[in-house]
């Protein structure tokens, strides 16, 4: 475990220092780029924070048909909001013990709960994957693009028929191992309920992206035909940061994905600064994300015991 947090801390450190010598050999030209805030800044901040309340929707649906127990919207949505808070401490294993816990207040065990975080973890990993990688392929690849998107899907496809189970037994080995405690066996997804979960979890990463590019076009002169790559970048580095699990909230990771690939239409102390700028946006809705909690959480605990289940 020291180890692990040793690297995290070194990755942030070598990622705060490229940035600072590029932003500092560069001075004049990181002056020209307009930091200013606007209504579009406002709105992309206000997108980042949709995205996870949908995340939050989409979590309730998971957990309903692991557990075969009816969630609230407002209250799957409150839990993902704290999950989502607790990224930054003590990490993405906070927000997995959160979600647990809750299921267990849901009347779910916590082998349950575990599979449903594993499966919502797969579903956002082939969301942000499925589509984004050939979208960059095609953009970045030229002439190659066709064998390599080809290539790709047929990959994935056979990771699909070969690990279908991949999750349920990551779930069940993980709690074998924390509680002591054979799990009890629960139904394994198909391939189609896998594929249509993965299309809903398209739209909070959507929802991302259309902020992301919003943002970028407020700071740097964005053309129409940047689109796409800006958008599935931004998307890609989210859930490489996710598993960027030796380094808080991805910090460092998820800057050097966007660099990678804005530099590919702007300056690199373009790219740095636009990623800075976007995971300060981003900390920002995550602000309004723990109010949003805090404000759920007070008005669920002045309601009735009863009453509250169908909203």
């Not at 839990?79 to 267990?104: D, T």
């Not at 300056?267 to 300060?280: D, G, H, P, W």
């Amino acid at each position: 475990m020291r180890l692990t947090r040793l690297v995290g801390w070194l990755v942030v450190a070598a990622v705060v220092y490229f940035f600072s010598v590029t932003i500092a050999r560069n001075w004049e030209r990181v002056r020209e780029i307009d930091f200013s805030v606007s209504i579009e800044s406002i709105l992309a901040v206000l997108l980042f924070a949709l995205a996870v309340v949908v995340s939050g929707w989409l979590w309730g649906r998971v957990f309903s048909t692991i557990a075969h127990k009816p969630v609230s919207v407002l209250e799957s949505v409150r839990c993902h909001l704290a999950s989502w808070v607790l990224k930054y401490i003590p990490g993405q294993i906070g927000g997995l013990i959160y979600k647990i816990h809750w299921s267990q207040q849901q009347g779910a065990t916590k082998s349950t709960g575990a599979i449903a975080y594993a499966y919502e973890l797969l579903f956002f990993t082939l969301a942000s994957t499925l589509l984004v990688i050939p979208i960059l392929i095609v953009v970045t690849a030229g002439a190659y693009a066709g064998p390599m998107v080809l290539g790709y899907f047929g990959l994935v496809l056979a990771v699909l028929l070969v690990s279908q189970k991949a999750p349920h037994r990551l779930a069940r080995l993980a709690i074998k191992r924390l509680t002591k405690t054979e799990p009890e066996s629960i139904e394994i997804l198909g391939i189609g309920r896998i594929l249509a979960f993965s299309a809903w979890f398209m739209l909070p990463r959507l929802i991302n992206a259309v902020g992301f590019v919003i943002l970028a076009s407020v700071m740097l002169p964005v053309t129409v035909d940047m689109y796409l790559l800006l958008g599935a970048s931004y998307v890609l580095a989210g859930i490489i940061g996710v598993y960027a699990l030796f380094v808080p909230s991805g910090i460092g990771v998820r800057e050097g994905v966007i660099v990678a690939f804005a530099s590919l239409v702007f300056t690199i102390e373009q790219a740095v600064v636009l990623s800075l700028v976007a995971r300060l946006y981003a900390t920002v809705a995550d602000g309004v994300i723990g109010i949003a909690y805090v404000c759920l959480t007070r008005w669920k605990n002045r309601q009735p015991e009863t009453g509250t289940e169908s909203l």
